[in-house]
């Protein structure tokens, strides 16, 4: 296993809640920040929050407040709990690296997990 693997996804109404699991593998995840993006059909994929190595977060501004992001140590995954959905969070979710290289970010994608938010 070398590229990430995401799970978790699924069709959820509007205002609830999913939980997305990343398993990731290799240094590499070690030595930079490790983040959930996502990607809306016929936009650019964007970064929603992610953790360092020293168990620092972020979240980007949709979706701060509703969305949390940690590491589940008894699985050795990243997860990312999701509430409070909205239309506008249906995407493919991704996780990967934060803050390298782009060269070294674009070896490192999945297949990602869909979400859809839809009543």
């Known amino acids: 296993q070398v590229q990430p693997v995401e799970s978790g996804g699924g069709l959820v109404q509007p205002g609830g809640s999913l939980r997305l699991s990343c398993a990731a593998s290799g240094s590499i995840f070690s030595t930079y920040a490790t983040g959930w993006y996502r990607q809306a059909p016929g936009k650019q994929r964007e970064l929603v929050a992610y953790i360092t190595n020293g168990g620092s977060t972020n979240y980007a501004d949709s979706v701060k407040g509703r969305f949390s992001i940690f590491r589940d140590n008894t699985k050795n995954t990243v997860d990312l709990q999701m509430s409070s959905l909205k239309p506008e969070d249906t995407a493919v979710y991704y996780c990967?690296?934060?803050?390298?290289?782009?060269?070294?970010?674009?070896?490192?994608w999945g297949q990602g997990t869909q979400v859809t938010v839809s009543s």
């Open positions: 990967n690296v934060v803050d390298a290289p782009r060269s070294v970010i674009d070896d490192y």
